[in-house]
């Protein structure tokens, strides 16, 4: 069976604001140093049906980040369902739905971990490189 991560005491995160058809959604992404550990969004007023849908969705997401399940794939799931009111406009911020705007943040956050690990890759075959010109 496959072990679930527990909580650190301490987290450090970031929230990203996100525009959707709903009104402004405040994405929360907190990381363990490992990556991303649990995700938040709040939307709309307490009680609110997108409010209760997007704290239900982000609960399924922490927990399937608990379990190891690739962020990519989360994505992968989320990216590009539609709801009746999209935002289109402009093309570079458009959010199709509240999952799909989740879903936007955390594979800004997938680039990021794969750009800092290819310069992480990058730096280590300089230094090993560097070694072997100094042989």
């Known amino acids: ?42 939307l709309g007023k307490s009680g609110s049906c997108a409010k209760v ?15 190891g ?4 794939e989360i994505v992968d799931e989320l990216v ?10 402009p093309d570079k911020d458009k959010v199709l739905s509240c999952p799909d705007g989740i879903a936007r943040v955390l594979k800004q956050e997938v680039r990021e971990e794969e750009e800092e690990e290819r310069k992480v890759r990058e730096e280590g075959e300089r230094e090993v490189r ?3 010109e100094r042989v």
Do not use: H, W
């Open 1 to 42: 069976m496959i072990e679930k991560k527990s909580r650190p005491k301490q987290l450090e995160g970031k929230t990203v604001k996100v525009r959707t058809g709903c009104g402004s959604m405040y994405v929360t992404l907190n990381g363990d140093g490992e990556g991303v550990f649990e995700v938040f969004a709040a």
């Open 53 to 67: 849908q997007a704290e239900a969705l982000t609960r399924m997401v922490t927990l399937a980040l608990k379990y």
């Open 69 to 72: 399940v690739p962020m990519k």
């Open 80 to 89: 590009n369902l539609q709801c009746p009111n999209p935002i289109m406009f």
């Open 130 to 132: 560097e070694e072997g």
